[in-house]
């Protein structure tokens, strides 16, 4: 399990805000500290951008915490109000947590709109007050708030504001939200939480009995692999933003996308068994995402399919 927040939100007034190296030291620790699949302060990324990809990092995984670790709802909600509060102070330039005090250069500097940070909060909160989804484009509606915005600003900081490769983007970060999904399905349920459609379940035969029970036969391996397929065919669309990039960017984004493949692979070496057990990756592994990484990257730059 994720640890719980290890900071308190200020109580306003806030006091004397941090230094702005205080406040990158503060987000680029936070970063390191989590990990993911993979760590996100990749050597891979442009130096002179780790900062700014830290800040957006921090809030993100703060507000997250508050959604998962935060056992009391209204509580978590509360705490989720107060976080928007202070984005919206950072909006005006009265930063003062650590965390807004890096974001607030990031916005300054790459003109980073609020709506996407807004979203994020919005999905967060969704987690306290909606635990099933009914249908497949409900559950994509729910990544389009969860997950596109990350993809967004992040391209944001890397100059590509444009909407194709945006959208591009949004293909890719869905797909990385349903991978970590289906890998995550004991985990979910545990904290009330089913994110697989009811509209797949009842397709298939399935219930929500059999993931309480860890019942995977025929009918539930079956659901999975159609369920893998559609987040597979994601990521086939997003792949189109790795050539659009250039420089480092390019290897991030190919190597993200490799990443969420190999969950995939994982699941299915698993047998589809994601709830006796959660699929994790192996050294192997990884070794062999920084190399398809690698090949996804210099296929499109050769222009291969």
Known sequence: MRSA??????IRPAPAPASR?????????????????????SLFLPA?????????????????????????????????DEWQALLND????????????ALQRTVGKFDLPKEPFLDLLAAFRQDRMQNRYRSWQELLGYCAKSANPVGRLVLRIAGCADERRQSLSDCTCTALQLANFWQDLARDYRRGRIYIPREILDGHGCTEDMLGRALVGPAWRAMMADLLARTRALFAQGLELVGLLGGRMRLVV???????????????????????????????????????GLRIAAGRRAGMP
């Not at 970063?31 to 699949?37: K, L, Q, T, V």
């Open 21 to 41: 190296a205080e406040a990158e030291a503060y987000c680029r620790s936070l970063a390191r500290r989590h990990y993911e699949n993979f760590p996100v302060l």
């Open 254 to 292: 190919a190597l993200f996308s490799s990443g969420g493949l190999a969950i995939l692979r994982r699941i299915e070496k698993a047998h589809y068994d994601t709830l006796a057990r959660r699929p994790q990756l192996s050294r192997l592994d990884r070794a062999r995402v920084f190399l398809d």
């Open 5 to 10: 927040p290890e900071i308190a939100i200020p």
């Open 48 to 80: 002179a951008l780790r900062p700014h990809f830290a800040a957006v990092y921090a809030f993100c995984r703060i507000a997250d915490d508050f959604a998962d670790e935060v056992h009391d709802p209204a509580e978590s909600l509360r705490r989720l």
């Open 90 to 101: 950072c909006y005006e330039g009265r930063a003062a947590h650590p965390v807004f005090v």
